[in-house]
């Protein structure tokens, strides 16, 4: 059962997917989740983020979450693991959010990340899409 949708875009336009496919635009990867995710989709979200990673050598990532329940336990580790591995590989992770506690986790974030990583509300979803930018 698949528990996750995804909607991926490149700053602006809405496109939804039965799948993730992920699309880049100068370097910015963009992913909306919503759900719980879990281990399957891991297995079909970081073998594309990776590509992107070898095309482009890093990554700045708009990660944004709506109706966003969490990670299984098999998911967090999936996450973890592409965290570890790509810790180098991902320059600047902007969350946009609407819960307290994703923007808690974006604070927990922030020691262990090499890149900047910065929390945004829905309201600042365009704030959030020219920083994740600058500089590129």
């Known amino acids: 059962m698949h528990r996750c949708s995804y909607e991926v875009n490149t ?8 799948m993730v496919e992920l699309r880049d635009l100068d370097g910015v990867v963009s992913v909306k989740v919503s759900g719980k995710l879990s281990s399957e989709d891991y297995q079909t979200l970081v073998p594309q983020l990776e590509a992107r990673i070898r095309e482009q050598g890093n990554i700045r990532l708009l990660w944004e979450m709506e109706n966003f329940e969490g990670w299984t336990p098999e998911a967090l580790w999936h996450d973890a693991r592409f965290d570890l591995k790509h810790n180098a590989d991902v320059t600047r ?20 990340a090499r890149g900047d990583v910065r929390y945004f509300s829905p309201s600042e979803r ?8 600058e500089g590129t």
Do not use: F
Not at 126 to 133: D, G, L, M, T, Y
């Open 93 to 112: 992770v902007a969350m946009v959010g609407e819960a307290r506690w994703q923007d808690w986790l974006t604070r927990l974030m922030k020691p262990l």
């Open 11 to 18: 700053g602006g336009e809405k496109e939804g997917y039965d």
């Open 126 to 133: 365009e704030i959030a899409w020219r920083w994740v930018r």
